[in-house]
């Protein structure tokens, strides 16, 4: 929403900066030290037939040196003068439509998460590896689309099928000249997990010299807008986003259980050993779910940006989340990444109707908590025995 006024202050109410966001509905404040600000946004500037979610126009949030922190206000629309508001006698038509759309915007959520814990869950089902660097990749994807459609000048869509076809070639050389040595020494799984950690640190601040620490948006695609569907308000590109995401995890899924490459790759996953005696490639299969799972991830750091502005952190913003699907799921299981994912997604979005905004994913958690206490497994993945 254009020209609504927002004022930064400092925890203490000292005055920062007063801005007004533009045409896409962002804002930007620079801040000159880390520390804890208020957003406090002008209500009067917004325009009348729409209201604050939740009621509350003031953000409070931490800046920590090098990061960028996001503040949310999310807009619902005013009821007309004589229709109940929520708290009114008849509130509770309004509470089932904030349900609806809060239950739409986590499916969103919940799909581009399964993209990004798919190819997570492939990469740990055949190799082992607990990879902390995958939110990298879901920000490399973003951050290569753009590059490609604000940098070069393509529009957003081939922009889009040059990123994933990159990523997945990145995908492929990060096995062959790195983790696929790492494994020929010996190395452990462990240890992998914490190199893992440090090519995420090394990945993050190449991403911030040659990205900024600042939020930009793709070329195309921003202010459309929204489409009415019955309770449900969205723009026409998240109906169609969600359509690619579920259409990639719907060919991915049969590709894993149709084809011989999807058979290998589970052989392999189940049994290495037993898969090399059979005669399968292990390196070779290994390197084709490093390049698919580096695609996909991609995919879904396009999907994100699409539905959000760029960041160099974006990916590390949602990592959390992309293990919480992954071990909700079934960690090694494709389908369990998609029901986890979408779990998560849900009780993201959909618990804003009683928590604050800034603790929607303590929900999602919370979940993640009961499920694996009841079923350690995960929803999807299998019971093991050891010994």
């Given at each position: 929403m254009n020209g609504a006024k927002i004022a930064v202050t400092t925890e203490s109410g000292q005055p920062v900066e007063e801005v007004t966001t533009n045409a896409q509905g962002t804002w930007d404040v620079q801040v000159e030290e880390p520390g804890r600000y208020k957003a406090t946004l002008d209500v009067s500037t917004l325009p009348q037939d729409a209201q604050i979610r939740g009621g509350s126009n003031v953000r409070t949030l931490s800046v920590y040196e090098g990061n960028c922190s996001a503040a949310l206000f999310a807009l619902q629309p005013k009821a007309a003068?004589?229709?109940?508001?929520?708290?009114?006698?008849?509130?509770?038509?309004?509470?089932?439509?904030?349900?609806?759309?809060?239950?739409?915007?986590?499916?969103?959520?919940?799909?581009?998460?399964?993209?990004?814990?798919?190819g997570l869950s492939l990469i740990y089902g055949t190799t082992g590896l607990t990879n902390f660097a995958h939110g990298e990749l879901v920000t490399l994807g973003a951050i290569l689309a753009y590059a490609f459609n604000v940098g070069v000048g393509l529009h957003l869509i081939p922009a889009a099928v040059l990123a994933v076809l990159a990523a997945g070639a990145l995908g492929y050389g990060q096995d062959r000249l790195f983790w696929g040595q790492l494994r020929r020494r010996g190395t452990g799984t462990i240890a992998m997990m914490i190199i893992s950690i440090g090519v995420?640190?090394?990945?993050?601040?190449?991403?911030?010299?040659?990205?900024?620490?600042?939020?930009?948006?793709?070329?195309?695609?921003?202010?459309?807008?929204?489409?009415?569907?019955?309770?449900?308000?969205?723009?026409?590109?998240?109906?169609?986003?969600?359509?690619?995401?579920?259409?990639?995890?719907?060919?991915?899924?049969?590709?894993?259980?149709?084809t011989r490459t999807g058979k290998a790759a589970r052989a392999v996953a189940d049994n290495p050993a037993l898969a090399a005696s059979s005669g399968i490639n292990v390196d070779r299969v290994i390197r084709i779910i490093w390049t698919l799972g580096g695609a996909i991830a991609a995919?879904?750091?396009?999907?994100?940006?699409?539905?959000?502005?760029?960041?160099?952190?974006?990916?590390?913003?949602?990592?959390?989340?992309?293990?919480?699907?992954?071990?909700?799921?079934?960690?090694?299981?494709?389908?369990?990444?998609?029901?986890?994912?979408?779990?998560?997604?849900?009780?993201?979005?959909?618990?804003?109707?009683w928590v604050p905004p800034e603790l929607k994913s303590v929900g999602a958690l919370v979940v993640l908590i009961i499920v694996l206490l009841v079923r350690p497994q995960g929803i999807l993945g299998r019971r093991e025995r050891i010994g």
């Amino acid at each position: 929403m254009n020209g609504a006024k927002i004022a930064v202050t400092t925890e203490s109410g000292q005055p920062v900066e007063e801005v007004t966001t533009n045409a896409q509905g962002t804002w930007d404040v620079q801040v000159e030290e880390p520390g804890r600000y208020k957003a406090t946004l002008d209500v009067s500037t917004l325009p009348q037939d729409a209201q604050i979610r939740g009621g509350s126009n003031v953000r409070t949030l931490s800046v920590y040196e090098g990061n960028c922190s996001a503040a949310l206000f999310a807009l619902q629309p005013k009821a007309a003068p004589g229709q109940p508001q929520e708290g009114d006698s008849g509130g509770q038509s309004t509470f089932w439509t904030q349900a609806a759309q809060l239950t739409f915007e986590g499916f969103n959520l919940g799909l581009i998460i399964a993209l990004a814990a798919l190819g997570l869950s492939l990469i740990y089902g055949t190799t082992g590896l607990t990879n902390f660097a995958h939110g990298e990749l879901v920000t490399l994807g973003a951050i290569l689309a753009y590059a490609f459609n604000v940098g070069v000048g393509l529009h957003l869509i081939p922009a889009a099928v040059l990123a994933v076809l990159a990523a997945g070639a990145l995908g492929y050389g990060q096995d062959r000249l790195f983790w696929g040595q790492l494994r020929r020494r010996g190395t452990g799984t462990i240890a992998m997990m914490i190199i893992s950690i440090g090519v995420a640190l090394f990945l993050r601040y190449v991403f911030l010299i040659f990205f900024g620490g600042q939020t930009e948006s793709y070329a195309q695609y921003n202010g459309q807008p929204g489409v009415e569907v019955g309770p449900i308000s969205a723009a026409p590109k998240n109906f169609i986003a969600m359509g690619i995401e579920l259409a990639v995890l719907i060919i991915v899924g049969i590709a894993l259980l149709r084809t011989r490459t999807g058979k290998a790759a589970r052989a392999v996953a189940d049994n290495p050993a037993l898969a090399a005696s059979s005669g399968i490639n292990v390196d070779r299969v290994i390197r084709i779910i490093w390049t698919l799972g580096g695609a996909i991830a991609a995919l879904a750091g396009i999907m994100l940006g699409l539905s959000q502005n760029l960041k160099f952190t974006m990916g590390q913003d949602i990592l959390l989340l992309i293990f919480a699907g992954v071990t909700l799921g079934g960690l090694g299981t494709a389908f369990g990444a998609l029901v986890g994912s979408l779990v998560v997604g849900l009780f993201i979005q959909v618990s804003t109707l009683w928590v604050p905004p800034e603790l929607k994913s303590v929900g999602a958690l919370v979940v993640l908590i009961i499920v694996l206490l009841v079923r350690p497994q995960g929803i999807l993945g299998r019971r093991e025995r050891i010994g």
